[in-house]
């Protein structure tokens, strides 16, 4: 497993930083701004690309350039909402995220306003939709970025310290311990299964406001002029 896994992880090193730190920026722009997170989800777009990372520096940039990636895809969502929302709600591929994740994300910030959109950023589909549904609400940008930028910074830091220090980790023991390939393995899925039992505990805590038409009071009493 140990050659395996060397090869990949050199593979991912090899690739230029400045080069893969601004795919990891570019993925996840289009990860939050035009639906693709629905098929390439971003987690695994940051754990990939933070297990080249090297030293502090590329992991300071990678964070910087996820976190940039994800507000301009969030934003670019949010214009899309604003401008276009029906329309691409009302779309072939609209109507394959289907009614009920629409109705969902709409009652949730309907009903949770600025909470929802820090919220949705750990849950999967919603944090998708969540941008778009700010464009076609009442919210103003400004109060949409003043929630998404301190969700997007906490999952950013999560996932690509978790790559680095999983690869790390197997750099380290690779040449002395014959199983270091499954300690890699075994700290990206305690993460990830500490990660799903999070989303799943918000998801759970959050059901009802998701499930119940709201009364525009989350919005209109903060953003209406």
Partial sequence: MNDGLTWILELVQNVDPVLRTLLAGIGMLLETSILVGLIVPGDTIVIVASTGIADWVQYVALVVAVIAGSLAGESIGFALGRFFGPKIR????????????????????????????FVSRFLPILHSLIPLTVGMSTMRYRKFMAWTVPACTVWALGYASVGWAAAGTYRELSGRLHYAGYIFVGIILVFLAV??????????????????????DANTREDLP
Avoid: C, K, T
């Fill in 90 to 117: 009302g779309s072939r591929l609209g109507q394959r995220i289907g009614y009920e994740n629409w109705m969902r994300a709409e009652n949730y910030l309907d009903r949770r306003g600025g909470i929802a959109v």
């Fill in 195 to 216: 990660a799903f039992v999070i989303r799943r505990a918000l998801e759970l805590s959050q059901r009802r406001h998701m499930e119940l038409p709201g009364d525009g």
